[in-house]
């Protein structure tokens, strides 16, 4: 029976490797996605139509789009890469190489659940080269952006904090605390689904965005409740939140420290990443 590792400290790459599609939550379309064994340290992704030029994944490539995290890799952008990533960093794997069909990461059901059961299946097996150094804060960041506030201090350990205030009835205040581990991430915030408000519906399809939203891979809010219960957590919208901001932290690895979010947003995280990269370099 395959388990996940006990911590962050190793290093870690696929047995076998994954292969998944499925629709692009903004643009509809089908894409697919094949995750490699790899002894190249850190994440790599290459496009099936040219194989043989490989990207490591790298802070400096997040543009920022609405709703979701975009990279650019050399004039090739990719959307939707938060779940995939986080579903990599945070079951504990350091080494994978990701090849694309399409623009797009598939959304599978808005969790990262569905990239988990995946690995699971094919298992891990320790990396021959040593994984990248974590982030070691030695000093607190502070961060704001509007509302948004992102708080990291120096720890031994990584700790989650979480919290959320939404004017809708049926999410309010929420808010959620981890001690990340490879195990509380696949049980606590792997399932959480991403989820929107059925008022802003009408103005994201205008603006071109969620044309492959659907009431299977996304929580839909009405303000005093759920379309689509019944939800996996209490407080899933705020494990999303947590799930995004681990999936945005995979650029630079995931640090030593105990990080406060309030209000968070890809934006957000990515400045925070950019902060956390300052320290490795």
């Known amino acids: 029976m395959f388990s996940f590792p006990d911590d962050y400290e190793e290093g870690w790459t696929l047995q076998n490797?994954?292969?998944k599609d499925g629709i692009g939550l903004h643009t509809g379309l089908q894409c697919t996605v094949i995750i490699k064994p790899t002894d190249l340290t850190g994440f790599h992704i290459s496009f099936s139509d040219e194989p043989n030029k490989?990207?490591?994944i790298d802070i400096s490539q997040v543009r920022h789009t609405p709703l979701c995290t975009t990279i650019d890799l050399n004039g090739k952008r990719v959307s939707t890469v938060e779940h995939l990533l986080a579903s990599l960093v945070g079951s504990g794997l350091t080494h994978a190489h990701i090849?694309?069909?399409g623009n797009e990461i598939p959304l599978l059901d808005g969790s990262a659940i569905g990239w988990i059961e995946e690995i699971q299946k094919v298992g891990m097996i320790n990396s021959i080269s040593s994984p990248r150094p974590r982030p070691e804060i030695k000093s607190p960041i502070f961060i704001n952006k509007g509302e948004s506030v992102i708080f990291a201090l120096p720890s031994k350990t990584l700790k989650l904090i979480g919290l959320v205030d939404f004017p809708y009835k049926a999410i309010g205040q929420q808010m959620f605390s981890i001690n990340l581990s490879p195990n509380n991430f696949v049980k606590e915030i792997a399932p959480a689904r991403t989820f929107g408000?059925?008022?802003q519906l009408e103005e994201l399809k205008k603006a071109g965005l969620?044309?492959?939203?659907?009431?299977e891979n996304a929580l839909v809010c009405n303000g005093e409740?759920?379309?689509?219960p019944p939800l996996r957590f209490s407080n899933e919208p705020v494990r999303?939140?947590?799930?995004?901001l681990i999936g945005d932290l995979a650029f630079v690895g995931l640090p030593r420290a105990q990080i406060f979010v309030y209000k968070g947003s890809h934006s957000l995280h990515t400045e925070f990443a950019s902060s956390l990269q300052e320290v490795l370099t």
């Open 17 to 19: 490797e994954i292969k």
């Open 54 to 56: 490989v990207f490591p």
């Open 99 to 101: 090849e694309i069909t």
């Open 197 to 199: 408000f059925l008022d």
């Open 210 to 215: 969620i044309k492959g939203g659907a009431l």
């Open 225 to 228: 409740s759920w379309v689509n």
């Open 240 to 244: 999303h939140k947590l799930l995004d």
